[in-house]
C-alpha cells in the first residue's frame, strides 16, 4: 500500500480552467511537500506546509494542508499550459528521506 | 552553483553490461539521494547517504545494484549486471540536512537508462 495516495492519477484540462488535487494519507505528518516535475527533469519543490490548515498561495496556486495533518490538496487558478506536469506530494521520515506520493499528471492545453 | 549534476543524460545497454551512473551533488550538501522513477511504482528511494556515508539500503533492488560516494562531490551508481527491468530514470538529489524539512531535495536532471 502506498504512504501517500494522490488523485486523480491523470488530468488533462484547457488553458483557464481551475482544478484542484488531492494527496491524501491514513498517518499524521509534522509537515508536507509539493513538488512540480516538468518532462526531462527532475522534480522541483513549490511549497513546504507544516501547520494543520495551513494555507500557503504561490501566485495561481493555492495548497492547503489538512486540519488533522493527514492530507493535502493544491488548487490552481485559471491554469496555464505552463502548468503542465506532474504533480507530487512528499513526507520526511527518519533521517530526513523523503516519501512521495504516486502523482498527478496534469496537461493544460490551449 | 550549477545545481545537482548527473551524467550520462541518457544510456542504452545491452542486456548483461555494466552501467554506472554518476552524480555531483551541490556543494555543502550532507545529504545525498539515490531515486529510481518509473510509471508503475513512481519515485522510489534506492539509498541515501549522509556525510559520505551510506545510511539506509533498503531500496536497493538486489545485489546487481551497488552505490558509492567516495568523496563529498561525487557519487556513482552501478548496476551489474543489468536487466530490462532496470530501465527506468535515475535520480540523484541533495540537500542539507538540518533544512530537508522546509527547503526539501535539489534534485538533477535524472539519467534514462534503457537496457535492451
Known amino acids: 500500500t502506498q504512504l501517500l495516495e494522490q488523485s486523480p492519477q491523470f488530468l488533462s484540462i484547457q488553458e483557464g480552467e481551475n482544478l484542484t488535487v488531492y494527496c491524501n494519507s491514513s498517518?499524521?505528518?509534522?509537515?508536507l511537500q509539493w513538488y512540480r516535475q516538468e518532462p526531462g527533469e527532475g522534480p522541483v519543490l513549490l511549497v513546504t506546509v507544516v501547520t494543520g490548515g495551513e494555507v500557503k498561495k504561490l501566485k495561481r496556486l493555492t495548497f492547503q494542508f489538512g486540519d488533522a495533518r493527514k492530507d493535502s490538496s493544491l488548487h490552481i487558478t485559471a491554469a496555464q499550459p505552463g502548468d503542465t506536469g506532474l504533480y507530487l506530494c512528499?513526507?520526511?521520515?527518519?533521517?530526513?528521506?523523503?516519501?512521495f506520493g504516486t502523482g498527478t499528471q496534469l496537461k493544460v492545453e490551449l | 552553483d550549477a545545481g545537482v549534476i548527473q551524467s550520462p543524460r541518457h544510456e542504452v545497454t545491452e542486456m548483461g553490461q555494466e552501467v554506472t551512473l554518476r552524480c555531483k551533488p551541490i556543494s555543502g550538501h550532507d545529504y545525498l539521494f539515490w531515486y529510481r522513477q518509473t510509471m508503475m511504482r513512481g519515485l522510489e528511494l534506492l539509498i541515501y547517504?549522509?556525510?559520505?556515508?551510506?545510511?539506509?539500503d533498503s531500496g536497493m533492488p538486489e545485489d546487481r545494484f551497488s552505490a558509492k560516494m567516495p568523496n563529498a562531490s561525487f557519487s556513482t551508481l552501478k548496476i551489474q549486471p543489468s536487466e530490462p527491468r532496470d530501465s527506468a530514470v535515475y535520480f540523484c538529489?541533495?540537500?542539507?540536512?538540518?533544512?530537508?524539512?522546509?527547503?526539501?531535495?535539489?534534485f538533477g536532471s535524472g539519467t534514462r537508462l534503457t537496457v535492451v
Open positions: 498517518s499524521v505528518f509534522s509537515s
Open positions: 538529489a541533495s540537500s542539507l540536512g538540518r533544512q530537508v524539512a522546509n527547503y526539501g531535495y535539489t
Open positions: 547517504f549522509n556525510n559520505n556515508v551510506p545510511i539506509d
Open positions: 512528499a513526507v520526511t521520515g527518519g533521517g530526513n528521506k523523503l516519501t
